[in-house]
């Protein structure tokens, strides 16, 4: 590649994205203009003339000069980056300014106040800059790594120089990571330890002794460098598989790290490091030019390096520290530094976050493109007597334009893309077939033509059976959805799964981007077809039993396709029908696509928020489902996506309770009897079967368990039962827990005589102790003894109590005494934690007779927080009303809790003006200890969105 068409590489736009729309970027800087070298040394020679003899006031003058202007240049570096200027350009900056406080600090040393008189060989010293430093950048945090350079062993006058610059370096607050070495162990250490070897890739030199410097660079190329690229590709890969691994190995989870995240800051190093050990070079500029880069390769990393470096130093000026993790606290500010406003529909946050997962994907298909290339050049340099024999040529397959190339599928030419289109679809499907990896001059190829996927294109006959083979053809769609989705095709093909690409919704319950969920999901559908989803047996169960396998695969594709558009179902709805009409789908089977995407949420809303053992809850929703089929097919579609969302998501809780009305909607929809008559005879006759399980299990039920209406009985499998059985075999107050084998949570047991607002005294006991209940499940039997399940976690979200048997003892004590009698007192409030104060949870309450025959309602959403369970139920306890049932829910930042009540004398809640008090008392409760910000488009926004279903 030229370097004239590098030159030409496609520039960032003028005008940044800002508030302020005229405001232009800061022009180019000048050290000189910044930071006066030589009026610096003049005061620093001030400093050293006016304490002579006093080299304590001298160092501290000094170092107030030193200091001063650091500080300053920094300053300028932080309003500049402010006023719109790029992070490659600050980091510059930053580390230019090291630099003339470094080099000042130098020759005041050996001028001032250790002077070499006579010096030797042994004095020789030269001051080296390596690692990022050395690369002549520095984010604002960064460390600065030196080298001393030495020639022979350490002589007091150089360990006297040393010294003195590192402990004036640090206590201007720098953080310094140093090392001392000649050229030899230099190269001996390179050669033995790749991290070592990068860091002196990187070296630069600072001052001193130049000549030594340039001996160390020599002997490093010639004994630790040349030869040796092969060595070096594969080490950092290997380096960078597992910083991969440590960090999750996704790259689109939703609190990146960006520097050491997967399509972060560190996979770019990663490259550049990797292209300069090969083609050398000294600047950024400099080395990917002299690389393997085409134009628009070569425009994608400056663009992509630019756009993190950017993010990168706006989080270590916002944060003053070495933060690399764009957590959820942080991205409003960032995105609002880096001028994202909002716009319809969507907020400058998301908008963000989107350029930033776009800049991650593109960094992703750069980096796995140029380290094949690189990979592939080096195995095709034979050694020794392999230079000899013929090189093997690429193997021709039965597919016009593909081959197979040094063990990947690649392609005879550039035109076989730009010729037919198509190709940029068939050649995943070859790949999966040949069981082979994508050459590299594939992808690039791909990236060059992607504008040649089009709508006459799409709608070929062969492009929609592609399409529907990539989704359905294979034990395996995952894989070659990613790959296609990486390469940019996927979104190509199917331009509304397009419109989900790197798409994020601001809330801490979804864990992925939607396109990464999206594909997770079609994962977890594919393993439950294959029998090896262990934890969601029912989905495994009936897969064989459903007849429309490919509609339930596209509206898992598509069931997010209508987020970021205004109402998800029905936006879902519009977009999954156009797109199964473009891909020839029949009208039944379209219509059965959308009513799946229409409807995604409701199995799992109706299982987690309503009684699913009240008989007009199944009638109902077996009245939406209408068929078997459809039930089938949105309980496969619920527990894929649901599992998608992130780890711990899915537990056996809400399995069980999804399993629970499968079967009672299922029994309804099978027996012909979905009105509540029916579904109530079935409830009944479930619960016999579990009460005789038990019996034959343990050969009794205890007492208080006997006299549980059936709800209790449906709500739980047999094993559970099994445990609850065996902690009440006694009469008096219990509390028992146990850590399920899924993790997650701790449930907690606790049984005893109920009394007014003793479920409100549980819930304030467990936030006292720490403990956040993130579901719950209420029963009291015709005695008025008490079951209560609970779920909890601690402030980590980690099972609470997990090995800290001291603090489960004290929770057993506490719950003890307030089924004694004991009331909370002084509950301990606790402040919105920084990364849920970042969202706005607009407070929700509506009071329903509709849902249930016999009890009133109580729906309630808003800001998940420690003790906000206390004061929702002691307001309905407050309020004269006792909780029959509780489904007690929190996603993320969110809670959406029901509560199933009663007046006192076992009626309904009916007045209108009890009702509207109710309601104020609930919007009080729920909007206590909220963060005070002020109103702005964003929250308004985000407000809006803040009783969205999850």
Known sequence: MSTDSLDQSPQEPTLVESRNRTSRRPGKWRISNIIDGRALRVKLTAAALDNLGDAQAMRKAALDHLHGAMFRGRMIAQERLQQGAEGLDTARLLSAVQDEVIHALYDFTTTHVHRARNPTEAERLAIVATGGYGRGVMAPSSDTDLLFLRAY??????????????????DMGLKVGNAFRTPAEC???????????????DARFMCGDQALFDEMQAKFKKDAVEGKDAEFIADKLAERDARHARQGDARYVVEPNIKEGKGGLRDLQTLYWIVKHIYGGQTLEDVMKGGPFT?????????????????RCHLHFVTGRAEERLSFDLQPEIAARMGYRDRTGQLGVERFMKRYFLVAKDVGALTRIIAAKLEAEQKKKPEGFRRLLPQKTPQALDDPGFVIDSGRVGITSEDVMKRDP??????????????????????????????????????????????????????????????????????????????????????????????????????????????????????????????????????????????????????????????????????????????????????????????????????????????????????????????????????????????????????????????EAGVQAHLEGRAESRREALVEDLGSIPPVLLEMETAYWTGFDVPELTWHATALKGSGNVVCYRFPPEGGALTLLVSGQDRAGLFADLAGTLANLGANVVSAQVFTNRSGRIVDIFMVQDAAQKPFGQKDETRLRRLETALAETLDGASVKDLATSRTGRRQAAFLVQPSAQIRNDVS???????????????????????????????????????????????????????????????????????????????????TPARKLRRSRAVDSF
């Open 153 to 170: 062993k350490a002589s007091p006058h150089t360990e006297s120089v040393i010294e003195y610059m590192l402990y004036a370096l640090w």
């Open 187 to 201: 190269v001996k250490l390179a050669a033995e330890d790749v991290t070592i070897k990068t860091s002196l890739l």
């Open 295 to 311: 134009r628009s390769e070569y425009g994608s990393f400056i663009r992509s390096a630019k756009f993190l470096w950017t993010v």
């Open 422 to 675: 198509l190709n940029m679809l068939r050649l995943f499907i070859i790949a999966r077939r040949e069981n082979k990896d994508i050459h590299p001059d594939a992808l690039s190829a791909i990236t060059r033509n992607l504008r040649g996927i089009n709508e006459q294109v799409r709608g070929a006959d062969e492009a929609r059976a592609l399409i529907l083979d990539a989704v359905i053809g294979s034990k395996d769609p995952a894989l070659i959805l990613r790959r296609m989705n990486e390469a940019g095709v996927l979104g190509k093909a199917v331009p509304e799964f397009g419109g989900i690409v790197a798409q994020t919704q601001f809330n801490m319950y979804h864990h992925y981007t939607v396109d990464e969920h999206t594909i997770r999901a079609v994962e977890a559908i594919a393993e439950m077809e294959q029998v090896n989803a262990e934890r969601v047996p029912l989905a495994t169960e009936i897969f064989p039993l459903i007849e429309n396998r490919r509609a339930l695969y596209l509206a898992m594709l598509l069931h997010d396709t209508g987020k970021g558009r205004g109402d998800q179902q029905i936006e879902g709805m519009k977009t999954s029908t156009r797109a199964c009409q473009r891909l020839g789908i029949p009208a039944d089977e379209t219509e059965l696509v959308a009513w799946l995407v229409g409807n995604h949420l409701e199995l799992s809303e109706t299982a987690q928020k309503r009684d699913i053992s009240d008989p007009r809850t199944v009638t109902q929703f077996a009245n939406l489902v209408g068929s078997l089929e459809r039930l089938r097919l949105l309980y496969i579609l619920t527990a894929a996506d649901i599992r998608a969302v992130g780890p711990g998501v899915w537990n056996a809780w809400k399995g069980q309770l999804m399993a629970d009305l499968y079967h009672n909607t299922a029994a309804a929809l099978r027996g012909g009897r979905a009105d």
């Open 853 to 935: 025959t016999e009890y009133t309602v109580v729906d309630i959403a808003g800001r998940d927080r420690p003790g906000l369970l206390y004061d929702v139920a002691s307001v309905l306890a407050d309020s004269g009303l006792s909780i029959h049932s509780a489904h007690v829910g929190s996603y993320g930042e969110r809670m959406f809790d029901a509560f199933y009540v009663q007046t006192s004398d076992g009626k309904k809640l009916t007045g209108s003006a009890q009702i509207e008090t109710l309601k104020d008392r609930l919007l009080d409760a729920l909007g206590q200890h909220e963060p005070d910000a002020p109103e």
